[in-house]
């Protein structure tokens, strides 16, 4: 009995240094996790910029932070860089809004201070670090996290104690920028051959846990003081008090020696794009960031939507009333009835967007058309079409595609639309310039066009022409496929109506390349004999479709429908040989 005792007493004994037992890990998924103590304390510091659409998203995930240790604190620095309206529309919002915290129920902090800072050189970067390191030894914190105000945090509810639970000295939880653009709150210095590999298996969490990282970590920094190696470096560092010296905080981790982690297990969050060009470029940042909110509505789970991000509701920050249409009469948006979170999510987007559409309702070949339809409208199907891809006619998915189309450049006629419009499907992503490229293109007056592919397929790509640019951003397109969005003219509307298209029907993005002459089938063509509108192609494109043929949450609308004249269906993960009008190679993915 006395021998199981001990036996007993020597495995808890061995179990209790385990779990305490401070490690560093390079790689792998052992993480120690410390315990909190009732005299723990934590600082929130939050660097404030001259960008107040960025604030309504902060402040709410502020709002939702939970405290873990026996006080938290959360200090703000305020940048006055501009000398703006909106320098001081970002202070009234943010002092408003601290007013309404400390009579709130839901503030968990023990108080809440604004500071007023320059930011214009590296010795004013090294004094706010001498300050904040100067305020956590006054407030005697156990854990610091410093971060950026243009950071989204996912989950924040959750996000201090499981920092705290990774008890590392130095770390950041990884946040990353929007698809394929590899901005994270970490860098490597060997970025060549497998240092990148290495960041990118880290970044596309491929493999999962704290890092040691060899370079160093921006934007978000958290802090653990209960390491003695942290707290010389950081807080009794007296070399700090020297104004000569500069310092940033990854730079005197790598003079101390401190092992620096990114951890990335959990998803915490999101943080825009940066790359040099925009680096002071306002109008980028600002639209990086818009294009972070929106890109984040398409990251759910298999690539399904996600709600928007929340705004704080305990001050009054209102959307901008000052919506666009680029110069255009009207944006249209075809949706099915049925595609509910389509419509859910596109809404949310213009929203965010400040863009003013409609949405029209599509014409669902699923449930819609029939032979009585068709008879009403007195289809004729073009002579000897077969779809080249599939050897097939077409399919009434792809005729109710048509007449939504065809309905639009009808309602353009009617409403005389001298302007243009825009026509969008539902399944549209945004690139992150995508305003400041149309605008751009739209407000040439000299520019005379029919129809301007906003994104499309690039059927030959041998045939274009992209060495020859037209204002910037425009080439002349050759054959191309989608409908996915374009511009069209009043004058192009009226031309794609004047062939009368619904008596020699054919799927509408074969129809819109043989009405700008580039389509590659001589006796398609030879029906149609006014085929001069003048097109023009974004390249790169500056929308995209959300989801291509084969990855997750793909469904193609048009594709799983009804043969003409047959009663099977067309089931598309059926097809071997045969390729979907929708695939997309992965180097024509990369043209886009």
Request: some cysteine; hydrophobic content about 35%.
């Amino acid at each position: 009995m006395t021998n199981q005792l001990i036996s007993i007493l020597l495995f808890l004994s061995f179990l209790f240094l385990s779990i305490h037992a401070k490690k560093y890990h390079i790689f792998g998924n052992d993480e120690s996790v410390g315990s909190l103590t009732s005299d723990e304390r934590l600082l929130v510091d939050v660097d404030i910029y001259n960008r107040p659409y960025a604030l309504p998203y902060l402040l709410r995930q502020l709002e939702q932070l939970v405290c873990p240790c026996s006080q938290c604190y959360l200090d703000f620095h305020l940048y006055h860089v501009f000398n703006t309206t909106v320098e001081n529309e970002t202070s009234r919002l943010l002092n408003a809004w601290v007013s309404a915290m400390q009579t709130s129920s839901q503030s968990v902090f023990a108080s809440i201070t604004v500071q007023e800072w320059t930011a214009k050189s590296k010795t004013d970067q090294t004094n706010r670090l001498r300050d904040v390191m100067k305020r956590a030894s006054e407030l005697d914190v156990t854990y610091l996290a410093m971060f950026d105000s243009m950071i989204v945090l996912l989950e924040p509810g959750k996000l201090l104690s499981t920092l705290i639970s990774k008890d590392k000295p130095l770390m950041t939880p990884l946040l990353r920028s929007t698809k394929d653009m590899y901005t994270s709150t970490f860098y490597l210095n060997d970025r060549q051959s497998t240092g990148y590999d290495n960041y990118k298996q880290i970044y596309e969490r491929k493999n999962l846990g704290c890092f040691l990282v060899d370079g160093g970590i921006k934007d978000f920094y958290f802090f653990n003081f209960k390491y003695p190696q942290i707290r010389n470096v950081f807080l009794n560092n007296q070399s700090l008090d020297q104004p000569e010296q500069q310092y940033a905080i990854d730079v005197l981790a790598r003079q101390n020696s401190i092992p620096t982690y990114v951890c990335n297990r959990e998803v915490y969050g999101y943080i825009p794009a940066q790359f040099l060009e925009a680096m002071y470029d306002e109008a980028a940042i600002h639209d990086l960031y818009i294009h972070m909110l929106i890109e984040h509505q398409l990251n759910g789970p298999s690539q399904t939507y996600l709600p928007p991000i929340e705004r704080t509701s305990l001050i009054d920050i209102p959307l901008s009333t000052a919506k666009t249409k680029f110069g255009l009469d009207e944006i249209y948006v075809i949706n099915l009835v049925r595609r509910a979170d389509r419509r859910a999510r596109l809404q949310a987007t213009f929203d965010i967007l400040n863009i003013s559409a409609r949405f029209f309702d599509a014409i669902d070949g699923k449930h819609t058309v029939d032979q009585t339809y068709l008879e009403r409208l007195n289809i004729r199907l073009l002579p000897n079409y077969e779809d080249p891809y599939n050897r097939r006619p077409m399919n009434y998915g792809e005729l109710g595609c048509f007449f939504s189309h065809y309905f639009i450049w009808e309602d353009m006629v009617k409403n005389d639309y001298k302007n243009g419009a825009l026509i969008l499907e539902d399944d549209v992503r945004f690139d992150a310039f995508f305003k400041y490229k149309l605008e751009k293109i739209l407000s040439n007056q000299s520019l005379d066009w029919d129809i301007i592919y906003l994104g499309r397929k690039i059927m030959r790509s041998d045939e274009e022409a992209y060495e020859n640019t037209i204002e910037t951003f425009l080439i002349e397109p050759s054959y191309s496929h989608w409908t996915v969005g374009y511009a069209l003219s009043l004058r192009g509307a009226r031309m794609l109506l004047d062939e009368k298209p619904l008596q020699k029907i054919l799927p509408v993005d074969e129809y819109l390349p043989i009405m700008y002459d580039h389509h590659p089938n001589h006796s398609w063509k030879s029906h149609f004999h006014h085929r001069n509108l003048k097109a023009y192609a974004f390249h790169p494109a500056i929308i995209t479709p959300t989801h291509y043929f084969g990855e997750p949450n793909y469904i193609s609308d048009t594709e799983n429908t009804t043969v003409l004249g047959k009663e099977e269906k067309i089931d598309v993960s059926q097809r071997s040989k045969l390729v979907s009008v929708d695939v997309i190679t992965k180097n024509e993915k990369d043209e886009l």
